[in-house]
T-cell receptor, first 114, second 112 residues
Framework: KAGVTQTPRYLIKTRGQQVTLSCSPI?????VSWYQQTPGQGLQFLFE???????NKGNFPGRFSGRQFSNSRSEMNVSTLELGDSALYLC?????????????FGPGTRLTVL | AQSVTQPDIHITVSEGASLELRCNYS??????LFWYVQSPGQGLQLLLK??????LVQGIKGFEAEFKRSQSSFNLRKPSVHWSDAAEYFC??????????FGKGTTLSVSS
């Protein structure tokens, strides 16, 4: 079974631009979560989607948004990029909702904002 | 509010020696607890998890962790470390839905 895939793996943008990151979960998984990883703040939860609905959201500004499609693939969008948005963005999929479901992480998208 | 503390930022262990990585959590109810490992350029891999029951949990790659409610701890252990265990280790607590709250991580170096 293929793992979680994230595209692109690396991205360079400039301040003020917007960016869209993509995540394809493991086949059959219906829950997708996104995390931001930075050296200073560590791993922080962004949001969770299940059956195309956002179920949970972390403490991030409205510039961060996401969506999930009927095939469970998910996209994350960041508008009006700031230097502080430079980070590794990780996507995780799981079979269902709830922390007791094991989450499988993708390799991440490394975003650099110049 | 829920939180996870990993007191050790960096630990160096000799190959073949035992390992213990510390994790303390703050959570009002019975926590779901996890340990993940991240190798350079990779995503996170689940080592083990605790939901309920036996407080000593066995995981992959020879790791185990013990849940101690009285100490709010969930320390990770391995009896004999291999060079391939060098990585960053994250403790996490389930925070509702599939959201996880992670500690800041402990970097493990293995010396020969």
């Amino acid at each position: 079974k293929a793992g979680v895939t994230q595209t692109p793996r690396y991205l360079i943008k400039t301040r003020g631009q917007q960016v869209t990151l993509s995540c394809s979960p493991i086949s059959g998984h219906r829950s997708v979560s996104w995390y931001q990883q930075t050296p200073g703040q560590g791993l922080q939860f962004l949001f969770e989607y299940f059956s195309e609905t956002q179920r949970n959201k972390g403490n991030f500004p409205g510039r961060f948004s996401g969506r999930q499609f009927s095939n469970s693939r998910s996209e994350m969008n960041v508008s009006t990029l700031e230097l502080g948005d430079s980070a590794l963005y990780l996507c995780a999929s799981s079979p269902g909702q709830g922390s007791f479901n094991e989450q499988f992480f993708g390799p991440g998208t490394r975003l650099t904002v110049l | 509010a829920q939180s996870v503390t990993q007191p050790d930022i960096h630990i160096t262990v000799s190959e073949g020696a035992s390992l213990e990585l510390r994790c303390n959590y703050s959570y009002g109810a019975t926590p779901y607890l996890f340990w993940y490992v991240q190798s350079p350029g990779q995503g996170l891999q689940l080592l083990l998890k605790y939901f309920s029951g036996d407080t000593l949990v066995q995981g992959i790659k020879g790791f185990e962790a013990e849940f101690k409610r009285s100490q709010s701890s969930f320390n990770l252990r391995k009896p004999s470390v291999h060079w391939s265990d060098a990585a960053e280790y994250f403790c996490a607590v389930g925070a509702g839905g599939t959201a996880l709250i992670f500690g800041k991580g402990t970097t493990l170096s293995v010396s020969s």
